[in-house]
């Protein structure tokens, strides 16, 4: 008899030399190669599967007429429940859940199976996958059909959460009643450390701006009269050199002063003096 080299069938090889006697002890590895047998030829081709985790529209086995080899998809009815919830509630996405893991896996409790009627006898403040477990156990250990499982779920999901929102208000007001005051919350908290930061910036520009102008150690400020944009092509300097006016392009140092000739400003006596002499002496006067 000639030997078969094929890995995949040496199972199906030893079966044969057993029954035939030529072996008269099992191998170790028999009974596990039975229970977990290796893929068929070509070995990139899936294994047969069942109907617990294969769509329902989807054949179990490639067909004959196939010349692609790809792997089911994997889908269970949890999933489909899953999808849906989402669907209908988008924003139980957002709740806040700890996804730190203990130091023990939780047990599951003991309420399953035939005993889960209702959803409360697991818990009164029920997560989505509670509710979505409950669906699946009402379709697969009450024989309900999968839409109305997941309505009964849905519905009673909505029940409890209702009740738990009355609870927490009416718990909420009977404090308030009573003097209790609450912190701040998370998002007031918030709010300040990003006004905090506002702070700070806008500290640090005042002291870049205190800083640059510090640096400028003079700045000349001439007040003149009439408007800057007036033009009157020397009328008007020819006018007050006949009056005798002489322009003074010094800038503004002091207040006016109160004279016995009535309110005189420094600049005003300084274009009255006639010779440079006088104008040197007018501001003289003047204080530093």
Known sequence: MANKRIASQVHKQASRLLREGYIHREPAWFRAVLDHPPLPLPAREPP???????????PLTRPSTSTKIRPLPIEYVEDQVRK????DHPFEAFREKSIVE???????????GAQWTRLRQRTRNPSPEDAIRYAVNLYEHHQKP????????????HSLRSEI?????????EAEHLGMEFGPSQIEITFKKENKAFDTLRDAAAHNRAAETERKRWK??????GRPDQWTKGQEYTRLWKQGVRPVYAPVLTQPQISPEGLLAPEQAV??????GEYLQAMSFLPS
Request: hydrophobic share 40%; no cysteine; glycine share 2%.
């Open 165 to 173: 929102t009355i609870a927490r208000q009416i718990a909420l007001n």
């Open 146 to 157: 999968l839409s109305e499982a997941y309505a009964s779920a849905v519905a009673q999901f």
């Open 271 to 276: 274009q009255q003096s006639t010779s440079h």
């Open 84 to 87: 849906q919830f989402f669907r």
């Open 220 to 225: 000349a400020v001439v007040e003149r009269e």
């Open 48 to 58: 047969s599967r069942t109907r617990f985790d294969a769509p329902e529209e989807v």
């Open 102 to 112: 203990g130091a023990t896996i939780e047990s599951e409790s003991p309420i399953r």
